[in-house]
C-alpha cells in the first residue's frame, strides 16, 4: 500500500523479478486499457480527469478476474488492492497473506513528487523534473515532443486523491494491524534503501550483487 509518487510499483517490481513473484498492478491493468482504447479504459479516462479514483468494484471485479488466472508458483505482490474494508476481508479470507507494506510519505512530499511529473505529449515517455530530467527544458529527449503535465496531475485533483487515500487507507491499515503483520516503511528514502527496508523487515533474501547494481 502506498500513495502515489510513494514508489509503489518500483518497489512491487524490484521484489517480483527478484524473488519470482508475479507482480499484480492495478495501475497497470487499467493504463493497459487505456492505451488500447478498450470500454472500460474509456470508463477509467473520464474517472480520472475529475481526479477521482477508480470505484471500488470495477478494481475488484480486475483483480479477481487476474487473481483467477492462478498463474504465480512463488506467490504473488499485489499493488493497488484492496480499496476498501469489504475487499480486505474478501482478500484475507480468499489467500494466504504474509504481509501488508505499508510506504509511507508525508503529503507534502507527494505533492512535490507528483507536480514534478511530466509526460511527453508525443511518444508518452515519462519524464520527473526531481529525479530524471530532460536534457532541454520542455523538450523530450527521444523525439522532441514537448512535455506536458497529465491532466490530473494539478494540485486540486492531487489535493481530492491525498483525501480518498486517507479515508479509505485508514480503516484498511485497522483491519490488516488486527490479522496481518503491517510494516510500515518510510518512502521517503531512496528506492534500494526502501527495497532493502521492506526485505529486513520480513525475512525475505537481501537484493543480490546484479541486482543491487542496477537499481
Ligand atoms: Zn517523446
Given at each position: 500500500?502506498?500513495?502515489?509518487?510513494?514508489?509503489?510499483?518500483?518497489?512491487?517490481?524490484?521484489?517480483?523479478?527478484?524473488?519470482?513473484?508475479?507482480?499484480?498492478?492495478?495501475g497497470?491493468?487499467?493504463?493497459?486499457n487505456?492505451?488500447?482504447h478498450?470500454?472500460?479504459?474509456a470508463?477509467?479516462?473520464?474517472?480520472?480527469?475529475s481526479?477521482?479514483?477508480?470505484?471500488?468494484d470495477?478494481?475488484?471485479?480486475?483483480?479477481r478476474?487476474?487473481?483467477?488466472?492462478?498463474?504465480?508458483n512463488?506467490?504473488?505482490?499485489?499493488?493497488?488492492?484492496?480499496?476498501?474494508?469489504?475487499?480486505?476481508?474478501?482478500?484475507?479470507?480468499?489467500?494466504?497473506?504474509?504481509?501488508?507494506?505499508?510506504?509511507?510519505?508525508?503529503?507534502?512530499?507527494?505533492?512535490?513528487?507528483?507536480?514534478?511529473?511530466?509526460?511527453?505529449?508525443?511518444?508518452?515517455?515519462?519524464?520527473?523534473?526531481?529525479?530524471?530530467?530532460?536534457?532541454?527544458?520542455g523538450?523530450?529527449d527521444m523525439?522532441?515532443?514537448?512535455l506536458?503535465?497529465?491532466?490530473?496531475?494539478?494540485?486540486?485533483?492531487?489535493?481530492?486523491?491525498?483525501?480518498?487515500?486517507?479515508?479509505?487507507?485508514?480503516?484498511?491499515?485497522?483491519?490488516?494491524?488486527?490479522k496481518?503483520?503491517?510494516?510500515?516503511i518510510?518512502?521517503?528514502?531512496?528506492?534500494?534503501?526502501?527495497?532493502?527496508?521492506?526485505?529486513?523487515?520480513?525475512?525475505?533474501p537481501?537484493?543480490?550483487?546484479?541486482?543491487?547494481?542496477?537499481?
Amino acid at each position: 500500500m502506498g500513495i502515489q509518487g510513494s514508489g509503489k510499483g518500483t518497489q512491487a517490481t524490484l521484489l517480483a523479478d527478484d524473488l519470482d513473484l508475479e507482480h499484480i498492478s492495478v495501475g497497470d491493468i487499467f493504463r493497459w486499457n487505456v492505451q488500447h482504447h478498450t470500454k472500460l479504459g474509456a470508463q477509467v479516462t473520464r474517472i480520472m480527469s475529475s481526479g477521482h479514483l477508480v470505484d471500488d468494484d470495477l478494481v475488484e471485479t480486475v483483480v479477481r478476474d487476474r487473481l483467477a488466472a492462478h498463474d504465480w508458483n512463488f506467490g504473488f505482490v499485489v499493488d493497488g488492492f484492496p480499496r476498501n474494508a469489504r475487499q480486505a476481508e474478501f482478500f484475507l479470507e480468499s489467500y494466504d497473506i504474509d504481509g501488508v507494506i505499508n510506504l509511507h510519505l508525508p503529503d507534502e512530499e507527494v505533492m512535490r513528487r507528483v507536480l514534478a511529473r511530466r509526460l511527453c505529449s508525443q511518444c508518452g515517455l515519462d519524464y520527473n523534473l526531481i529525479a530524471h530530467r530532460p536534457q532541454q527544458e520542455g523538450v523530450c529527449d527521444m523525439c522532441a515532443g514537448a512535455l506536458v503535465m497529465r491532466a490530473d496531475d494539478n494540485p486540486e485533483a492531487l489535493a481530492v486523491r491525498l483525501s480518498d487515500y486517507h479515508e479509505q487507507t485508514r480503516p484498511l491499515i485497522e483491519i490488516f494491524q488486527r490479522k496481518e503483520y503491517v510494516a510500515t516503511i518510510d518512502a521517503t528514502e531512496p528506492v534500494v534503501e526502501v527495497q532493502d527496508a521492506i526485505r529486513r523487515r520480513f525475512g525475505l533474501p537481501m537484493r543480490s550483487v546484479e541486482a543491487a547494481g542496477t537499481g
